[in-house]
C-alpha cells in the first residue's frame, strides 16, 4: 500500500514538473527550461526534484517523447477515421490542427536542435513510427485524386521528372525509415518532399512568418496540399 502510494506521488510529481517545464517552453523556449527554476515553481528544491529527473536532458527527452507520442496517436486517428481516399487529406490538416493547438511542443520536436542535446533511441523510433503513418497516407495519393475527379490520367501521380527519379535511385535502400517493410525509393521520395512541403507551410505559421501578409495561411495550405495530391 505504501509502494503504491510512493508511487502515485512520483509520478503526479513527474507529471507536474513536465507541465512547468511546457510552461517554460511557451516562455522562453528551450533555453528557459530550468530543472531548479522548476523546482522553485512547484516549491521544491532543486536536489529534491533531481531524484525524480536526474538531468535537464532527461526531462527534455520526456518531453519530446510525450509529444512525439501524442502527434503520431492524432496522425493515426486522423487517418484511421477517414476513407482510403481521403486519408493524406485527413493526415494534412490533422498535422497543421495539431500544431497550430501547441506551436510550442511543435517547435520543440520540428523546430531549432536544443544546443547539447542529444535524442536517445526511443524518440528517434517514435519518429520513425509517424515516417510510417505518411508513406501509407502518401500510397493513397492517387486514389484521392480519383475520389476528386481531377488530377493527371484519371487522377493518377504524373510521371515522374529526370530529378524525380533520380532522387528515387539516390533513396533505394537507404533502410526503411520506419517500421514494417522498406518502401521503394519513388515512394520515399513522394514521402520526403510531402513531408517537407507541409512542413514548410506550417513552420512559417506556427512562427507567425505570414503576419502582416494579409492572406489567410490555411487557404495556402489547403492549394499546397491539393497540388501534393494532384502530383504537383
Given at each position: 500500500?505504501?509502494?503504491?502510494?510512493?508511487?502515485?506521488?512520483?509520478?503526479?510529481?513527474?507529471?507536474?514538473?513536465?507541465?512547468?517545464?511546457?510552461?517554460?517552453?511557451?516562455?522562453?523556449?528551450?533555453a528557459g527550461i530550468s530543472v531548479n527554476a522548476i523546482a522553485k515553481a512547484m516549491g521544491m528544491t532543486g536536489p529534491a526534484l533531481y531524484r525524480y529527473f536526474a538531468s535537464r536532458d532527461e526531462l527534455l527527452t520526456e518531453l519530446i517523447t510525450d509529444t512525439y507520442r501524442d502527434l503520431a496517436e492524432t496522425l493515426a486517428r486522423a487517418v484511421a477515421d477517414a476513407a482510403p481516399a481521403d486519408r493524406f487529406r485527413a493526415l494534412a490538416r490533422a498535422l497543421r490542427d495539431w500544431a497550430k493547438r501547441q506551436p510550442d511542443r511543435y517547435l520543440l520536436i520540428y523546430g531549432t536542435p536544443v544546443p547539447g542535446y542529444h535524442a536517445p533511441p526511443e524518440t528517434t523510433e517514435i519518429a520513425a513510427g509517424l515516417m510510417r503513418t505518411i508513406f501509407d497516407a502518401c500510397a493513397t495519393v492517387g486514389e484521392a485524386g480519383e475520389a476528386d475527379g481531377g488530377g493527371v490520367d484519371g487522377g493518377r501521380q504524373q510521371p515522374l521528372t529526370e530529378l524525380e527519379a533520380e532522387l528515387a535511385r539516390h533513396l533505394e535502400g537507404t533502410g526503411p525509415w520506419g517500421p514494417g517493410e522498406e518502401p521503394g525509393g519513388e515512394m520515399k521520395g513522394r514521402a520526403l518532399r510531402t513531408w517537407t512541403?507541409?512542413?514548410?507551410?506550417?513552420?512559417?505559421?506556427?512562427?507567425?512568418?505570414?503576419?502582416?501578409m494579409g492572406f489567410d495561411p490555411s487557404v495556402l495550405f489547403e492549394a499546397e496540399i491539393d497540388a501534393l495530391v494532384r502530383g504537383g
Open positions: 500500500m505504501a509502494t503504491a502510494r510512493r508511487e502515485r506521488y512520483r509520478k503526479q510529481t513527474r507529471e507536474e514538473a513536465k507541465a512547468v517545464a511546457l510552461a517554460q517552453l511557451s516562455e522562453s523556449g528551450t512541403r507541409l512542413h514548410g507551410v506550417i513552420s512559417l505559421d506556427v512562427q507567425g512568418q505570414f503576419t502582416g
